[in-house]
T-cell receptor, first 112, second 113 residues
Framework: NAGVTQTPKFQVLKTGQSMTLQCAQD?????MSWYRQDPGMGLRLIHY???????DQGEVPNGYNVSRSTTEDFPLRLLSAAPSQTSVYFC???????????FGPGTRLTVL | AQSVTQPDIHITVSEGASLELRCNYS??????LFWYVQSPGQGLQLLLK????DTLVQGIKGFEAEFKRSQSSFNLRKPSVHWSDAAEYFC???????????WGAGTKLIIKP
């Protein structure tokens, strides 16, 4: 099993550009999440999904969109990048509510 | 509102010494409790978790944690740290009413040779 994979590992964007961060898992997990990690702030939940076709907002959803057309994939879209979105982004999946979350290796995004 | 506090931003420990990282939470019922570790440039890995039962839980890499309901705490301990334990450690809390985990801000562990 590859676990949770994320692409790209690094990305530099200019303000106003859009892009999609990819996340895939091969563990047949129902739950998938996107977090951003900023120094001194721990992990903050952006969006999450409890199954294909079902998504919901987390703590910091503004400026991001998600969709979940399959169990395996959970892409995160930045609609119009802003410098405030410079961060490290982690995708995670879990088998059920409050179970262990498995994390991808992260995407380091810089917005100039 | 529910919250998780890790009061120590950094902790420096000599190699071979014991370690305790603190985690306090604010939640009315019994939570689900987790400790994760993040090595530099890596994703997060689960060290241990508490759902119910014995309040002293054992994890990977020789770590343990104790749930103390009266103190709303879930402190992480290791009797003797190794240089490879240098990393950032995160406490997280889950609740029945909400899928979202609440995360502490993390504690960075520095090991002195």
């Amino acid at each position: 099993n590859a676990g949770v994979t994320q692409t790209p590992k690094f990305q530099v964007l200019k303000t106003g550009q859009s892009m999609t961060l990819q996340c895939a898992q091969d563990m047949n997990h129902e739950y998938m999440s996107w977090y951003r990690q900023d120094p001194g702030m721990g992990l903050r939940l952006i969006h999450y999904s409890v199954g294909a076709g079902i998504t919901d907002q987390g703590e910091v959803p503004n400026g991001y969109n998600v969709s979940r057309s399959t169990t395996e994939d959970f892409p995160l879209r930045l609609l119009s990048a802003a410098p405030s979105q410079t961060s490290v982004y982690f995708c995670a999946s879990s088998f059920g509510q409050n179970n262990e979350q498995f994390f991808g290796p992260g995407t380091r995004l810089t917005v100039l | 509102a529910q919250s998780v506090t890790q009061p120590d931003i950094h902790i420096t420990v000599s190699e071979g010494a014991s370690l305790e990282l603190r985690c306090n939470y604010s939640y009315g019922a019994t939570p689900y409790l987790f400790w994760y570790v993040q090595s530099p440039g890596q994703g997060l890995q689960l060290l241990l978790k508490y759902f119910s039962g014995d309040t002293l839980v054992q994890g990977i890499k020789g770590f343990e944690a104790e749930f103390k309901r009266s103190q709303s705490s879930f402190n992480l301990r290791k009797p003797s740290v190794h240089w490879s334990d240098a990393a950032e450690y995160f406490c997280a809390v889950g609740m029945d009413s909400n899928y979202q985990l609440i995360w502490g801000a993390g504690t960075k562990l520095i090991i002195k040779p």
